[in-house]
């Protein structure tokens, strides 16, 4: 980068407050194991990880994927009706970023045999109804006794203050999601605790909604109904995407990733004293070549917020929703492209994304060759 445009960004991140660097106390860094990770070469991605400081990754169940016919025996992940495919493939994903990369399973998605409704609600292919018990914890056993081992934490349901995410989340009138997680939260536990007493169990990282919505359920109401319902879980998922691309700041009902300290005291207000940590389980604003009509101001306010809330002690891992922009998303990742050797950083001006993540977390000197 130029000292020329190394100044420009410096004074567009002071002029935002956002300069913030990561404390020793703060997050780790992750990515989600996305297109552009799995298509990714080892070597680009394991560059990547160190020049980017990432050492998590977001691995995506999708219990719909996996199981898209009711499988025979379904606590036994052999059973014929599983079909892993996809997950192996993000976890080999992610342990090309190298070696002592920690995986996060995050674990969703009711196949239509396993809706507590049985259908009745149509949309057929809806991922997003609550299933019935006994289907969703003996899905959660074949998957942890599969994968035993190779994950350090895994997160229950993102998003599940959302309609499109898990429903119903009201009925007549009133507020019966949060009770709904707490269900799938209770299952998944029982079967995380025989193959581990320690891993970690995040609630599934709350979205931001429309205060106008009256499908979703606001994340500070969430949290809320967490508490009262008495859901157990060990960290608090947020995944405070803004639904415009722009950050704003925390209003009554919703969260804002600009405003960590905020969030942390909504947490203590519903579990004081217990001091809990919170993880970005994943998050992502508009990203990429600014030429594209996407200034580089406003790319450099959303990865500066994400980085600085990364800084905060009570964050213990920040994820990022993609690594590199791809055919499917072209402003969603931090690279332009994975085979980009990170070491090496693209023309000035090309990549604000890159410019703004290693002004604010520097690359580390290469390995001599």
């Known amino acids: ?95 090309s970023l190298g070696a002592g990369t920690q995986v996060l399973l995050s674990v969703s998605g009711t196949p239509d045999w396993a809706r507590a409704d049985r259908g009745a609600g149509g949309s057929v292919g809806d991922p997003a109804w609550m299933p019935r018990r006994a289907s969703w914890q003996n899905f959660v056993a074949a998957l942890v006794t599969r994968y035993n081992g190779t994950f350090a934490a895994i997160e229950i349901w993102p998003q599940p203050n959302l309609q499109s995410s898990l429903r119903p989340q009201r009925l007549a009138g009133r507020f019966v999601g949060a009770g709904l997680f707490k269900v799938l939260t209770k299952l998944a536990t029982l079967e995380i605790r025989k193959v581990s007493a320690t891993i970690p169990i995040v609630s599934g990282g709350l979205a931001r909604t429309d205060p106008a919505s009256a499908t979703d359920t606001p994340p500070v109401t969430f949290l809320r109904l967490m508490s009262r319902t008495r859901t157990l879980f060990d960290v608090v998922g947020m995944r405070l995407v803004p639904p415009t691309g722009s950050e704003g700041t925390s209003d009554p009902t919703n969260l804002s990733i600009t405003d960590s300290a905020g969030i942390v005291a909504a947490i203590d207000t519903y579990w004081p004293g217990a001091q809990k940590s919170v993880w970005l389980t994943g998050y992502g604003v508009p990203s990429g070549p600014a030429a594209n009509g996407l200034s580089s101001a406003t790319q450099n306010v959303g990865i500066s917020s994400f980085l600085s809330a990364a800084a905060n002690p009570r964050v213990g891992v920040a994820v990022w929703n993609s690594l590199a922009n791809t055919a499917a998303a072209p402003y969603g990742g931090i690279l ?26 520097p690359v580390p000197v290469p390995p001599p060759t």
């Open 1 to 95: 980068m130029s000292v020329f445009r190394l100044i420009l960004v410096l004074t567009a991140l002071a002029a935002v407050g956002l300069m913030t660097p990561l404390s020793a106390s703060g997050a780790t860094l992750g990515v989600a194991a996305d297109a552009s990770l799995t298509g990714g070469s080892t070597v680009g991605n394991a560059s990547a990880a160190t020049a980017l400081h990432l050492t998590w990754v977001r691995v995506d169940v999708s219990w719909a994927s996996v199981a898209p016919t009711q499988p025979k025996g379904a606590r036994v992940p052999t059973s014929s009706g599983y079909v892993w495919t996809s997950v192996d493939t993000q976890l080999a994903a992610a342990a």
């Open 336 to 361: 332009l492209a994975p085979t980009v050797d990170p070491f090496v950083a693209p023309l000035t001006g090309t990549d604000p994304a890159w410019d703004t993540w290693t002004t604010i977390l």
